[in-house]
C-alpha cells in the first residue's frame, strides 16, 4: 500500500478535536545493525543511542526515567509510547518498539485496557507484523468507540496492507466527518488505486492537494508521496518523479520516502541519485539495501558494495538468530539481487506474501519466481493481479515474461 510502511495513513491533523493528537500509527522498522554478539561481563555497554546528537532522543531518556518513577501513570507511559514508535520509524530500529511496549506494560495485558493504551497496543502489534492482533484490539477500540477516526484510520491501513481493500474503503468513508478533506481522500485513494480505481484515485488526491495548500507539512509529504506511488504504477513517470521530489522538499528525511523514491530511481537507471540520496542513512536496513543495489551497479563503487554487502549479509544472519521474521521483503531482495540465492529468495518471498500483499511485496515475488522458473508463483500472481484488477505498468511487464 501506499505510503503505509513507513508512515501509512495516520498522519491527522490536531485542528479537528475528535481525532486526537498526531500519531504514527506505521512504523518501518529495521533489523539490528550487527552481527549477533555475546558479551563476557553483564556490566559491558554494547551500543549507545545518539542520544547527544539528537533532541529527540534525549526526551525519550527523560520520559523513561520519569515513568521509572510513576510507572501507572498512564498519561506518561502513553506519551512515551508514541514517542517511541516515532522513533521507530524515524531511526528504522525497532528497539524503540520494545520501548513502547515496555512503556506500556502495565496495561499490555489487559484485555480491556484504556483506549489509549488499547490503540497504542495495537499500534506496535501491527508494527511487529501481528496483524491479527492489530486487529482485534481496533475491533475492540472502534466498538466501544465508533467514532474513534485514529483507530478507524489505522486499521484501514492494516486492511490495506492485508489487501482487504473493500473493507479498508469502507473504513476511510466513515472518518469523513472526523477530519481533514486530504486525510480522508488520501485514505480511500490508497486502497482504491490497488482495486481497479487508479485514475480517479489519483485525481481525487491531486484535488485535495491543491484544496488544502496550506495543510499540515507531514500530512502533504503523505499526500505526495502516496500520489508519487500511484502515478508511478500507472506509468506516468514524470508525475511520479515530481511529486516524489516536492515530498523529499517537505522531509528530506523520512525512510518510507526515501526507500519508494529510491526503488523508482533504482528501477529508472539512476543509481548514482540514489547513492547521493541514501548514503548517510546506513543504520537502517531498508535504505543500506538500497544504497548496496545502486552501489552493484557502479563498477567504480565495488569497494563500497562489497562492505555494505557484508553488513548487510550480518544483520539479516542477525535478525534469523533472533527469529525476526519482520523483514522478510527485505531479506528476499537481498538474497535474490546480491546473495544470488534464487530458490531461497522465492522462499523468502512466498512467506512474505502470506503476510502482507503491498505491490512491494507482489513484485519481488514475481521476480524470485521469474528467476527460480516457478510457473506456479506467477500464476498466482497473475491471478492476484486480475482478480484485484491492480494496475501497475512495471508489475504487467514483469508478468509478461514467460519463466
Given at each position: 500500500?501506499?505510503?503505509?510502511?513507513?508512515?501509512?495513513?495516520?498522519?491527522?491533523?490536531q485542528?479537528?478535536?475528535?481525532?486526537?493528537?498526531?500519531?504514527?500509527?506505521l512504523?518501518?522498522?529495521?533489523?539490528?545493525?550487527?552481527?549477533?554478539?555475546?558479551p563476557?561481563?553483564?556490566?559491558?555497554?554494547l551500543?549507545?543511542?545518539p542520544?547527544?546528537?539528537?533532541?529527540?532522543?534525549?526526551e525519550?531518556?527523560r520520559?523513561?526515567?520519569?515513568?521509572?518513577?510513576?510507572?501507572?501513570?498512564?498519561?506518561l507511559?502513553?506519551?512515551?509510547?508514541?514517542?517511541s514508535?516515532?522513533?521507530?520509524?524515524?531511526?528504522?530500529?525497532?528497539r524503540?518498539?520494545?520501548?513502547?511496549?515496555?512503556?506500556?506494560?502495565?496495561?499490555?495485558?489487559?484485555?480491556?485496557?484504556?483506549?489509549?493504551?488499547?490503540?497504542?497496543?495495537?499500534?506496535?502489534?501491527?508494527?511487529?507484523?501481528?496483524?491479527?492482533?492489530?486487529l482485534?484490539?481496533?475491533?475492540?477500540?472502534?466498538?466501544?468507540r465508533?467514532?474513534?477516526?485514529?483507530?478507524?484510520?489505522?486499521?484501514?491501513?492494516?486492511?490495506?496492507?492485508?489487501?482487504?481493500?473493500?473493507?479498508?474503503?469502507?473504513?476511510?468513508?466513515?472518518?469523513?466527518?472526523?477530519?481533514?478533506?486530504?486525510?480522508?481522500?488520501?485514505?480511500a485513494?490508497?486502497?482504491?488505486s490497488?482495486?481497479?480505481?487508479?485514475?480517479?484515485?489519483?485525481?481525487?488526491?491531486?484535488?485535495?492537494?491543491?484544496?488544502?495548500?496550506?495543510?499540515?507539512?507531514?500530512?502533504?509529504?503523505?499526500?505526495?508521496?502516496?500520489?508519487?506511488?500511484?502515478?508511478?504504477?500507472?506509468?506516468?513517470?514524470?508525475?511520479?518523479?515530481?511529486?516524489?521530489?516536492?515530498?523529499?522538499?517537505?522531509?528530506?528525511?523520512?525512510?518510507?520516502l526515501?526507500?519508494?523514491?529510491?526503488?523508482?530511481?533504482?528501477?529508472?537507471?539512476?543509481?548514482?541519485?540514489?547513492?547521493?540520496?541514501?548514503?548517510?542513512?546506513?543504520?537502517?536496513?531498508?535504505?543500506?539495501?538500497?544504497?548496496?543495489?545502486?552501489?552493484?551497479?557502479?563498477?567504480?563503487?565495488?569497494?563500497a558494495?562489497?562492505?555494505?554487502?557484508?553488513?548487510?549479509?550480518?544483520?539479516?544472519?542477525?535478525?534469523?538468530r533472533?527469529?525476526?521474521?519482520?523483514?522478510?521483503?527485505e531479506?528476499?531482495?537481498?538474497?535474490?539481487?546480491?546473495?544470488?540465492?534464487?530458490?531461497?529468495?522465492?522462499?523468502?518471498?512466498?512467506?512474505?506474501?502470506?503476510v502482507?500483499?503491498?505491490?512491494?511485496?507482489?513484485?519481488?515475488?514475481?521476480?524470485?519466481a521469474?528467476?527460480?522458473?516457478?510457473?506456479?508463483?506467477?500464476?498466482?500472481?497473475?491471478?492476484?493481479?486480475?482478480?484485484?484488477k491492480?494496475?501497475?505498468?512495471a508489475?504487467?511487464?514483469?508478468?509478461?515474461?514467460k519463466?
Amino acid at each position: 500500500m501506499a505510503a503505509s510502511a513507513g508512515k501509512g495513513m495516520a498522519r491527522l491533523e490536531q485542528a479537528k478535536a475528535p481525532m486526537g493528537a498526531l500519531l504514527i500509527a506505521l512504523v518501518c522498522a529495521a533489523p539490528l545493525a550487527a552481527a549477533p554478539f555475546v558479551p563476557t561481563d553483564d556490566s559491558q555497554v554494547l551500543e549507545r543511542l545518539p542520544e547527544k546528537l539528537d533532541r529527540s532522543l534525549a526526551e525519550l531518556k527523560r520520559l523513561r526515567g520519569a515513568l521509572a518513577q510513576r510507572p501507572d501513570d498512564l498519561a506518561l507511559a502513553t506519551k512515551l509510547a508514541r514517542r517511541s514508535i516515532e522513533a521507530a520509524r524515524e531511526a528504522g530500529d525497532p528497539r524503540f518498539l520494545g520501548q513502547a511496549q515496555a512503556a506500556l506494560a502495565p496495561w499490555w495485558s489487559l484485555p480491556e485496557p484504556p483506549p489509549a493504551a488499547l490503540l497504542l497496543r495495537a499500534t506496535v502489534k501491527q508494527s511487529t507484523h501481528d496483524f491479527a492482533g492489530s486487529l482485534a484490539d481496533l475491533d475492540r477500540l472502534i466498538a466501544q468507540r465508533p467514532a474513534d477516526g485514529q483507530a478507524l484510520l489505522t486499521r484501514a491501513t492494516v486492511l490495506t496492507v492485508q489487501g482487504r481493500y473493500g473493507e479498508a474503503r469502507a473504513d476511510c468513508a466513515r472518518i469523513a466527518r472526523l477530519t481533514l478533506p486530504l486525510v480522508t481522500t488520501a485514505c480511500a485513494a490508497a486502497p482504491a488505486s490497488l482495486s481497479g480505481e487508479a485514475e480517479p484515485a489519483y485525481r481525487s488526491l491531486a484535488l485535495a492537494l491543491a484544496r488544502q495548500p496550506d495543510a499540515d507539512a507531514a500530512l502533504r509529504e503523505w499526500a505526495l508521496t502516496l500520489s508519487a506511488e500511484i502515478a508511478w504504477r500507472r506509468g506516468d513517470q514524470a508525475a511520479a518523479d515530481a511529486q516524489f521530489r516536492d515530498a523529499l522538499a517537505l522531509d528530506a528525511r523520512d525512510p518510507y520516502l526515501l526507500a519508494a523514491y529510491s526503488d523508482f530511481l533504482l528501477e529508472h537507471g539512476r543509481a548514482a541519485e540514489v547513492i547521493a540520496l541514501v548514503k548517510d542513512y546506513g543504520r537502517n536496513d531498508s535504505l543500506l539495501l538500497r544504497l548496496a543495489l545502486a552501489e552493484a551497479r557502479l563498477p567504480e563503487m565495488h569497494a563500497a558494495y562489497e562492505a555494505h554487502r557484508a553488513d548487510l549479509a550480518a544483520r539479516f544472519d542477525a535478525a534469523r538468530r533472533r527469529g525476526d521474521s519482520l523483514h522478510r521483503r527485505e531479506e528476499a531482495r537481498y538474497t535474490l539481487a546480491i546473495a544470488g540465492d534464487t530458490r531461497a529468495a522465492l522462499e523468502l518471498a512466498r512467506a512474505n506474501w502470506q503476510v502482507q500483499k503491498e505491490p512491494a511485496d507482489l513484485r519481488i515475488l514475481i521476480e524470485a519466481a521469474l528467476a527460480a522458473r516457478d510457473a506456479r508463483t506467477l500464476e498466482e500472481a497473475r491471478a492476484w493481479v486480475a482478480s484485484q484488477k491492480l494496475e501497475d505498468a512495471a508489475l504487467t511487464a514483469l508478468l509478461d515474461v514467460k519463466a
